[in-house]
């Protein structure tokens, strides 16, 4: 065996480890691939060998979270050609080898058929190993065998146990037998397998052999004691040995990720120090000591990777890792990527990879795109090609990706990133630095001696109006090229009105002169700067702050709003550059309310002082129409004040026409009198013969003669005709009229001053009656118009909205369906005619317009309409306050408590859900949360289905209500029903948090945990994860009852659920409270 391995010297007779450089802290330099063209003829392959023994499980884990971002990186990067992975066991395990093969990298994209390295790595599994050493050498030397002469590799190591050594410890295991006659073997791995018999061997094989490899070598975290042996072959091969702290797949993909960055070169400007979950480990001494070596039982090897336990004659020193270490300490790859923005730039077939792999990595691991600079980079490359077709899409999947981040750490990194990648710094000194020193002036800058922060009061909150504005981040000052909301447009004004103006280098303040605060020269709003004033002003503010052209201009509308006057012919210069730009509806950022104000209010003052505008005249018009049309949608809940006629309730009044009855001879009210001179009483008791007892009641006299007599309203909306009731204590039911009961339409008459509609059977009235009728109440001094709060969406579900919105052909698809501005015009395309065909409020412009509400007129029409067009020529809305929280929102988007009658009370719906949304599957029930927590009735079924996870239709819920006060019960999340859990009376105090409870009948009956059904409607097979049994189908959209199968309606659904199996919310979905209105829970 010793003979063996020491022909195993390389082809040329030159010693196994010769001419190492040798090294002190700094491991060389010599790459892979020498001074060759990236772009010509360099080739690197990436093998990835893993053990996969049991102990590996998390590195494997590990593997499936990077290799994806590898396989990209190397699509986009060019670096390697061809990507490989190899597992590797141990003699004693059924599968001791396991080979992807290789996948072309330049063939990816044309569909040929590859090995699928995500899937192959998510097929492998952690098992096998015996003893404690594993088969490393037979898997170098398959790795060789697969490895091509004519390129060179760069091989990442992942283990946690030392190969089988051929030192005298280990000497007579059965293992390392094993992998020595299968190594010595004359045709084993392509007749090399004898080369990796030895680990010197093996090391100088792929340092100097026909194939050469780079080898650099991540090791567990409890791998210490003998990792030598792979210091040693990392050093050999101009490596590295990184030794992880952590062990979590995702710190071991992280470090993986990292390292593969510093050995391109690729660096991730901006980003501060960030200490990484490893150790960099190196010789003190370098190769020293190396040279020369023929055998790992050459007494000079054995000094290198003997076990610690033995004394170590060769220092390992650990660094910890940090990106600045990393970059400084490892070995590069001689080639530097080229300029990736520009070639995405330049083509359009590079546009269309970065395109595909920016859109799997976010669909697979959004979070990459901020530890990976080259993703990074080209993902604002990405973002600021507008003309990108996919543009719009992959920010939508971006935003959808972060939103759904679970971990409150991840979604803060990924805000941090998203930060830190905007540092222009650089680039914008060299900007200031283009500018001569004759027009250095006038400039702005930011005075560090001047504080404009104020006392606050004890009891005043913190917020950022106390706050300098050099505490802002960038991200907070970058917000305005997404958003111009009020919020950011106040923290930009307090920038803009904070900025100190120096006119000449005479006035500029000796405090200034000599200091490194930096100015911003005017001059470089000038067309011979690129006009790039706007762009870098709020790096005073910030270091490193760059804005965009389109933010740039909207900074500008700002001082030219603001009418801050040092700034405002830059200001005026920039945007009338922008004047024919904004109608792009390309950009969805600028089809807001807040965005069109701001350039509605910078034009308007713009006008104050000049003929022309800086909009186009068709622009401001169409701006104008569209920001009307939202705040005409915003305030469709706003309060609006409406007079009506009275409605009378039992009230006394006195006089009214009167006839004589021939019946009872009673002087009745005609709003009482039946057909042929007979009044009401009367005629529904003609056919009795006795005297009916209720014939006299009412019939008194008030000492003054004049009869008075009791009014109400009839409750049909359609009918609210007013009329008399005698016998008042009888009526015990809302009121309704007599026509109403029997389905008649009633005669009535109106009243010329308070439009109230009067009972008046036509035989007993004249033409001059029903021209000139005056009511009783208005006749008797009562106070017949009153005044009600009404919205214009409750006047809208009565008289239409052409009184709202005059929309010709349809121009606006869904009118007022709550989604945004930008929703309306891009739908709404083209828009050149947009004005002609919508309109806002025409009512105003109507004379005769009579809205009713109620099925009352309105009697100031017009002026409510006004009353509404203040609070959108204002550009204002009303503002609610949430019952819980008590924080202000807008009216429209607070929503009722419980949707039941009597219940005014009304919350915001992070209020709604955090109440409702208490019980969750698995859990114990909280039955106040069960309740409206204001009028502590049962929500509708409406309202929970919304906010209640599905508790509102769990089984047994009733049972849980109604023995609350013996039993604690939880909701079994495999049955979905309530099942007690605990008596009160065992419980002292609060129990203790239980999570997946599983009810007794479902851990010993399996039909009870059955998880599947079929759908009733389509046959589809469905199964329950978790909530309530009410199931719509996504194949036929049938709705049915998990519990039982059966199919129900809609409607009857939670009904069906509570007589049948339980619940407790069936029956509610419809109440009297808010079955007229349809309020927006918005999706789960």
């Known amino acids: 065996m010793e003979m063996a391995c020491h022909t195993s010297a390389p082809e040329a007779g030159e010693s196994a480890v010769e001419n190492v450089v040798p090294r002190a802290a700094v491991l060389p330099s010599r790459s892979l691939s020498g001074n060759v063209n990236m772009e010509t003829s360099e080739a690197i392959d990436l093998l990835i060998l893993v053990d996969a023994t049991a102990s590996m499980s998390r590195f494997l884990a590990s593997l499936r979270q990077s290799l994806p971002q590898i396989i990209s990186i190397s699509a986009l990067t060019n670096c390697f050609q061809r990507i490989g992975l190899l597992a590797y066991r141990d003699y004693c395990d059924k599968d001791l080898l396991e080979w992807s093969g290789w996948m072309n990298v330049e063939l990816m994209e044309n569909d040929a058929e590859q090995p699928d390295l995500v899937d192959i790595a998510g097929r492998l599994v952690a098992s096998g190993g015996g003893d404690y050493p594993e088969a490393t050498k037979t898997g170098l030397a398959k790795a060789y065998e697969v490895m091509r002469s004519d390129a060179k590799t760069l091989l990442l190591l992942y283990t946690d146990a030392p190969p089988h050594a051929r030192l005298e410890e280990y000497a007579g295991n059965k293992n390392d037998l094993s992998?020595?006659?299968?190594?010595?073997?004359?045709?084993?791995?392509?007749?090399?397998?004898?080369?990796?018999?030895?680990?010197?061997?093996?090391?100088?094989?792929?340092?100097?052999?026909?194939?050469?490899?780079?080898?650099?070598?991540?090791?567990?975290?409890?791998?210490?004691?003998?990792?030598?042996?792979?210091?040693?072959?990392?050093?050999?091969?101009?490596?590295?040995?990184?030794?992880?702290?952590?062990?979590?797949?995702?710190?071991?993909?992280?470090?993986?990720?990292?390292?593969?960055?510093?050995?391109?070169?690729?660096?991730?400007?901006?980003?501060?120090?960030?200490?990484?979950?490893?150790?960099?480990?190196?010789?003190?001494?370098?190769?020293?000591?190396?040279?020369?070596?023929?055998?790992?039982?050459?007494?000079?090897?054995?000094?290198?990777?003997?076990?610690?336990?033995?004394?170590?004659?060769?220092?390992?020193?650990?660094?910890?890792?940090?990106?600045?270490?990393?970059?400084?300490?490892?070995?590069?790859?001689?080639?530097?990527?080229?300029?990736?923005?520009?070639?995405?730039?330049?083509?359009e077939r590079y546009r269309a990879l970065v395109t595909t792999h920016l859109r799997r990595i976010i669909e697979r691991d959004v979070t990459s795109i901020s530890l990976n600079p080259v993703f990074g980079s080209l993902w604002r490359?990405?973002?600021?090609?507008?003309?990108?077709?996919?543009?719009?899409?992959?920010?939508?999947?971006?935003?959808?990706?972060?939103?759904?981040?679970?971990?409150?750490?991840?979604?803060?990194?990924?805000?941090?990133?998203?930060?830190?990648?905007?540092?222009?710094?650089?680039?914008?000194?060299?900007?200031?630095?283009?500018?001569?020193?004759?027009?250095?002036?006038?400039?702005?800058?930011?005075?560090?001696?001047?504080?404009?922060?104020?006392?606050?009061?004890?009891?005043?909150?913190?917020?950022?109006?106390?706050?300098?504005?050099?505490?802002?981040?960038?991200?907070?000052?970058?917000?305005?090229?997404?958003?111009?909301?009020?919020?950011?447009?106040?923290?930009l004004g307090r920038v803009l009105t904070r900025l100190t103006f120096i006119e000449s280098a005479e006035t500029m303040p000796a405090h200034l002169s000599g200091s490194d605060v930096t100015k911003i020269p005017m001059a470089l709003a000038d067309k011979r700067y690129g006009r790039r004033f706007w762009k870098i002003l709020l790096h005073i503010v910030v270091p490193g702050t760059m804005l965009g052209g389109r933010s740039g201009a909207l900074l500008a509308a700002l001082a030219i709003r603001l009418g801050i006057q040092p700034l405002v012919q830059a200001a005026e210069t920039e945007m009338l550059l922008w004047r024919d730009r904004w109608n792009n509806i390309e950009i969805p950022e600028t089809w807001n309310t807040s965005c069109l104000s701001l350039l509605l209010d910078a034009d308007e003052a713009y006008l104050r002082r000049h003929v022309k505008g800086i909009l186009l005249d068709k622009d401001r018009d169409l701006f104008k129409r569209l920001v009307e049309y939202k705040m005409l949608e915003m305030n469709l809940k706003t309060t609006l004040h409406a007079k009506v006629g009275w409605r009378p309730d039992k009230s006394l009044i006195r006089g009214g026409k009167t006839i004589l009855c021939k019946s009872c001879e009673y002087p009745r009210s005609v709003t009482v009198m039946g057909s042929e001179g007979i009044c009401g009483p009367c005629w529904c008791n003609k056919n009795d013969e006795e005297e009916p007892y209720d014939i006299h009641i009412g019939m008194g006299k008030n000492v003054d003669g004049i009869p008075r007599s009791y009014w109400y309203e009839c409750s049909v909306r359609e009918c609210r005709a007013q009329y008399v009731v005698y016998n008042v204590d009888g009526l015990n039911v809302r009121p309704k009229c007599h026509y109403c009961?029997?389905?008649?339409?009633?005669?009535?008459?109106?009243?010329?001053?308070?439009?109230?509609?009067?009972?008046?059977?036509?035989?007993?009235?004249?033409?001059?009656?029903?021209?000139?009728?005056?009511?009783?109440?208005?006749?008797?001094?009562?106070?017949t118009i009153v005044e009600l709060e009404v919205t214009a969406d409750a006047l809208r579900e009565e008289n239409g909205q052409d009184w709202l919105l005059q929309n010709e052909d349809q121009k606006l698809k869904q009118p007022f369906n709550g989604r945004s501005l930008y929703n309306a015009a891009s739908t709404s395309v083209p828009l050149d005619d947009f004005c002609d065909r919508v309109r806002?409020?025409?009512?105003?412009?109507?004379?005769?317009?009579?809205?009713?509400?109620?099925?009352?007129?309105?009697?100031?029409?017009?002026?409510?309409?006004?009353?509404?067009?203040?609070?959108?020529?204002?550009?204002?809305?009303?503002?609610?306050?949430?019952?819980?929280?008590?924080?202000?929102?807008?009216?429209?988007?607070?929503?009722?408590?419980?949707?039941?009658?009597?219940?005014?009370?009304?919350?915001?719906?992070?209020?709604?859900?955090?109440?409702?949304?208490?019980?969750?599957?698995?859990?114990?029930?909280?039955?106040?949360?069960?309740?409206?927590?204001?009028?502590?009735?049962?929500?509708?079924?409406?309202?929970?289905?919304?906010?209640?996870?599905?508790?509102?239709?769990?089984?047994?819920?009733?049972?849980?209500?109604?023995?609350?006060?013996?039993?604690?019960?939880?909701?079994?999340?495999?049955?979905?029903?309530?099942?007690?859990?605990?008596?009160?009376?065992?419980?002292?105090?609060?129990?203790?948090?239980?999570?997946?409870?599983?009810?007794q009948e479902c851990r010993v009956s399996e039909g009870r945990m059955r998880k599947t059904r079929h759908c009733p409607g389509c046959g589809i097979e469905t199964e329950k994860i978790g909530g309530c049994d009410h199931v719509q189908c996504t194949q036929c959209s049938v709705h049915w009852c998990f519990f039982c199968g059966e199919r129900q309606h809609e409607k009857d659904i939670y009904a069906h659920m509570r007589e049948e199996h339980g619940g407790y919310y069936g029956g509610l979905e419809y109440d009297d409270g808010y079955d007229e209105e349809e309020e927006d829970y918005g999706d789960d």
């Open 381 to 491: 490359t990405f973002c600021n090609h507008r003309e990108n077709d996919s543009r719009q899409d992959m920010l939508n999947l971006f935003g959808l990706k972060v939103d759904a981040l679970r971990d409150a750490n991840e979604r803060a990194k990924l805000k941090t990133w998203l930060e830190e990648s905007y540092d222009y710094t650089a680039e914008v000194m060299e900007t200031i630095e283009t500018v001569q020193e004759a027009e250095r002036f006038p400039c702005v800058c930011l005075d560090p001696t001047l504080t404009f922060t104020m006392e606050r009061d004890g009891d005043e909150e913190g917020d950022e109006e106390h706050k300098p504005i050099t505490t802002f981040r960038r991200d907070e000052l970058l917000e305005i090229g997404r958003s111009c909301d009020w919020r950011i447009l106040r923290r």
């Open 179 to 347: 992998e020595q006659e299968a190594l010595l073997r004359k045709e084993s791995y392509g007749g090399t397998g004898h080369l990796f018999a030895d680990w010197v061997s093996a090391a100088s094989t792929l340092r100097s052999g026909k194939k050469m490899a780079q080898v650099m070598c991540l090791l567990d975290r409890g791998y210490r004691r003998e990792d030598h042996y792979y210091q040693f072959l990392s050093t050999a091969t101009d490596g590295a040995c990184l030794q992880l702290r952590g062990s979590e797949p995702r710190e071991i993909s992280e470090t993986t990720i990292e390292m593969l960055m510093a050995w391109m070169g690729v660096r991730k400007e901006g980003a501060g120090e960030v200490n990484l979950p490893a150790e960099f480990t190196h010789y003190q001494d370098g190769a020293i000591g190396m040279t020369g070596l023929q055998s790992e039982l050459d007494p000079g090897a054995t000094e290198h990777l003997r076990p610690q336990r033995f004394k170590a004659m060769v220092d390992v020193l650990r660094v910890p890792l940090t990106r600045k270490n990393l970059e400084a300490l490892l070995p590069k790859k001689a080639t530097p990527l080229q300029d990736l923005a520009t070639t995405y730039k330049q083509s």
């Open 741 to 783: 009961r029997e389905g008649q339409r009633a005669p009535v008459v109106e009243c010329i001053k308070c439009c109230s509609r009067t009972i008046w059977p036509e035989e007993y009235r004249s033409e001059e009656d029903s021209d000139h009728f005056t009511c009783s109440g208005c006749q008797d001094g009562k106070e």
């Open 840 to 999: 806002i409020l025409p009512a105003r412009d109507a004379k005769d317009v009579r809205l009713r509400y109620q099925g009352k007129p309105l009697h100031n029409s017009l002026a409510l309409v006004e009353e509404l067009y203040s609070w959108i020529f204002r550009r204002r809305t009303e503002s609610a306050t949430c019952s819980l929280c008590f924080g202000n929102l807008r009216k429209d988007a607070s929503l009722p408590a419980c949707g039941r009658s009597g219940c005014q009370q009304r919350v915001c719906k992070a209020c709604l859900g955090g109440w409702y949304g208490l019980n969750r599957a698995g859990r114990i029930i909280n039955t106040a949360a069960l309740h409206c927590p204001f009028c502590r009735r049962a929500p509708t079924a409406k309202t929970l289905s919304r906010c209640g996870r599905g508790v509102h239709a769990i089984g047994g819920l009733a049972d849980a209500v109604a023995r609350s006060g013996e039993w604690i019960y939880a909701w079994c999340h495999c049955c979905g029903y309530a099942k007690e859990y605990i008596e009160r009376v065992c419980a002292a105090g609060a129990p203790e948090e239980v999570q997946n409870f599983t009810c």
